[in-house]
């Protein structure tokens, strides 16, 4: 089989794997249509590579379409669950916007980014002039319910398979548990009731690498978003393990289900 990666590091794990830098696809485009499958292209190459080349990529290319923002990811999260979606508002930066999220929500609130990973560009408003403030770098007003916890979940999934599930405890003093915040992992026991809650995202959505955020209040799973390029942190033996089940999803014909990876998930009900 005829494997071509764009990031090398995303694909130390599996074997026989040919890397071309994403700045020279098109210096190679007879290899590339020769190949049975292209791994982590950048986002700027997957129309030309899909819709152009016809070839087939991994992650798949819901991954990447709606993994692209958090408005596109959580309006199919809306489609799909709205009962495990905080209470969001997807606007634009007008004076009727700002009336509405406060409002719905008042103050405090959450504010993100739509275009952001690790924490970056979320915000917790406290006041109309921190909203003013947040808007005036932002085109798109994302607003959303500041959820009661103390923490939330990271659920790693590479082609439905789970590989990993820990908790991420918010630092003293902050509002967001992202690891690049300072936030600490924890391998406690994992509600089912997320797990579940992942898989059915996972498995609707055809999201074949991600890494879901989702917290828990009085054991109901509420889902944040979905990272195609999660982190490794928590991944006991991260190469190996997910260069493994990447390669179940290709057709390498390895069905070793990591016998030697970590310890089972404790859960609970």
Partial sequence: MKLITFDVFRTLGIPGVRYIKPERMYDHLEEIRQADWLLFPEYWQVN???YGLGARIFPSLASYHLG????QQTRAFQAVCPEHVPPTAIRGASRAAVADV??????????????????????LIASRDALQEHLAEEPVLYAQARLPIDRDLRIVLVGGELIAAYWRHTPLGEYRANVSRGGRIEHAAVPEAAIALARRLARELDLDHAGFDIAMVDGH????????????????????????AIGRVLGLGDDDRDPDGEPPLRLTA
């Fill in 48 to 50: 030309a590579l899909a």
């Fill in 68 to 71: 692209h923002d958090k408005v």
């Fill in 102 to 123: 406060e409002s719905r929500f008042g103050y405090p609130f959450i504010a993100k980014r739509i275009k952001s990973a690790m924490g970056e560009g979320v915000r």
């Fill in 221 to 244: 799973p509420y889902v944040f978003e979905f990272n195609r390029l999660f982190g490794n942190q928590g991944i006991a033996d991260s190469s190996r393990r997910i260069g493994a």
